[in-house]
C-alpha cells in the first residue's frame, strides 16, 4: 500500500470513527454501507473491519 493509500484509508477510518457506535454497529449486522461523507462509504466487504472496531463489535457479541 503506497503511503497516500494509507493516508485515505487513514482519513476513512477516521471518518467512520466519528459516527456513532450504534450506527456503525447497525450497518455491520446488516452488512450495510456506512456514509463517510464527500460522496465516501465504508463498506465492509470491500474494507472490512477496522482494528479499532473489533474489541468493540467483540463486547457487543457481533463477532465469534
Do not use: H, T
Amino acid at each position: 500500500m503506497s503511503p497516500s493509500e494509507r493516508l485515505r484509508r487513514s482519513s476513512r477510518e477516521d471518518a467512520l470513527q466519528a459516527v456513532d457506535l450504534a450506527v456503525v454497529a447497525q450497518a455491520y449486522l446488516a452488512r450495510e454501507a456506512v456514509y463517510l461523507g464527500r460522496g465516501d462509504f465504508w463498506k465492509w466487504d470491500q474494507d472490512g473491519i477496522p482494528g479499532w472496531l473489533v474489541p468493540q463489535l467483540a463486547d457487543l457479541g457481533f463477532l465469534p
